[in-house]
C-alpha cells in the first residue's frame, strides 16, 4: 500500500485544512511554553546524521528557556508518525518531514519575532539555508552562538544503523556521508559570521563530548586538538 505524506494529506495547494492548523498551533504552543527573551540568545546547533546532537542539547547544553526548534523533535507531536512507527514503516520520518519542516519554518518565525532565546537544531549542512538564517538573527540582534558536533564517519554510519534497528528510522549510507561533510563545509564557509563558535568530537560512546576548538565574542579562537581540528576542516574542504 502506498502511503501518502501527511502534507499531501492535510493540505491544498499548501493551505493546510482548518483542524491541521489547529493541531500545528498546538505543537508550537508547546514548544514556546517556557522560552525567555533576555539575553536573546540564537544557539545554532549543527551535526550530520549520527552525530548525536540532541543528546548534546538536552544533556550539555540544557534547553530550559529556550524554544527549540527540532523538525525531528516535532515529528514526535505528529499523530501519524507514532501509527507509521507502531507499523514499522522505515520511512515514516520521510512521510512526516514536510510538515514538520512547515511546522519548524512557523516556530522559528514566532520565536524571532517574539525575541525569544532559541535553540535551532538541525544538520548545518544547507549553506543557504544558514546564511539567510544567521543574517535574520543578526537583524534582530540575537548573539548567535554556532555550535558544532562532529563525528567520525564511521561511528555516525554505525549509529545510523543502530537507530535504524531500534526504531526504524532510516538514513542511507551516503546521507550519513554527505550531511557530515557538508557540515565543516559550511563551518569553514560561515564561521566568521556568528558571534562565538564551538566545535565537539562526539566520537565516543558513553563518554562526554570533547572540545575541539572555541571562539567566545570578542575573543580569538583557541585549538585545544590541533589533529581533530584539522581531519574536521580537510572534510569540509574536501567536499
Not at 485544512?17 to 505543537?27: A, C, G, V, Y
Not at 546547533?45 to 547544553?61: C, M, Q, R, Y
Not at 514538520?100 to 532559541?118: G, P, V
Not at 567520525?152 to 535504524?164: C, G, P, T, W
Amino acid at each position: 500500500m502506498i502511503q501518502l505524506d501527511t502534507k499531501s494529506r492535510f493540505s491544498s495547494n499548501g493551505v493546510y485544512t482548518t483542524t491541521r492548523r489547529q493541531l500545528h498551533e498546538d505543537i508550537a504552543r508547546h514548544f514556546l511554553s517556557g522560552a525567555q527573551s533576555q539575553g536573546m540568545i540564537a544557539i545554532i546547533l549543527g551535526g550530520g546524521s549520527g552525530a548525536g546532537k540532541t543528546s548534546v542539547a538536552t544533556d550539555i547544553i540544557g534547553t530550559k528557556g529556550f524554544v527549540v526548534v527540532d523538525s525531528d523533535a516535532i515529528k514526535e507531536h505528529i499523530p501519524e508518525y507514532s501509527k507509521f512507527m507502531q507499523q514499522h514503516i522505515s520511512t515514516a520520518s520521510d512521510l512526516v518531514h514536510e510538515e514538520s519542516t512547515d511546522i519548524a519554518k512557523n516556530l522559528l518565525h514566532t520565536a524571532i519575532q517574539s525575541r525569544l532565546s532559541l535553540i535551532y537544531d538541525g544538520t548545518f549542512a544547507n549553506h543557504n539555508k544558514y546564511k539567510r538564517l544567521i543574517s535574520q538573527l543578526k537583524q534582530k540582534q540575537y548573539t548567535i552562538q554556532l555550535i558544532i558536533i562532529d563525528v567520525d564517519i564511521s561511528v555516525a554510519k554505525r549509529r545510523v544503523k543502530a537507530r535504524f534497528a531500534e526504531n526504524q528510522r532510516y538514513v542511507p549510507e551516503e546521507v550519513v556521508q554527505k550531511t557530515n561533510s557538508a557540515v565543516a563545509k559550511n563551518f569553514i564557509a560561515l564561521k566568521d559570521s556568528v558571534d562565538e563558535y564551538l566545535i565537539l568530537d562526539n566520537s565516543l560512546n558513553g563518554t562526554s563530548p570533547t572540545i575541539i576548538a572555541r571562539k567566545d565574542e570578542g575573543c580569538p579562537p583557541i585549538v585545544f586538538n590541533d589533529y581533530a581540528y584539522h581531519f574536521f576542516l580537510k572534510k569540509g574542504r574536501q567536499f
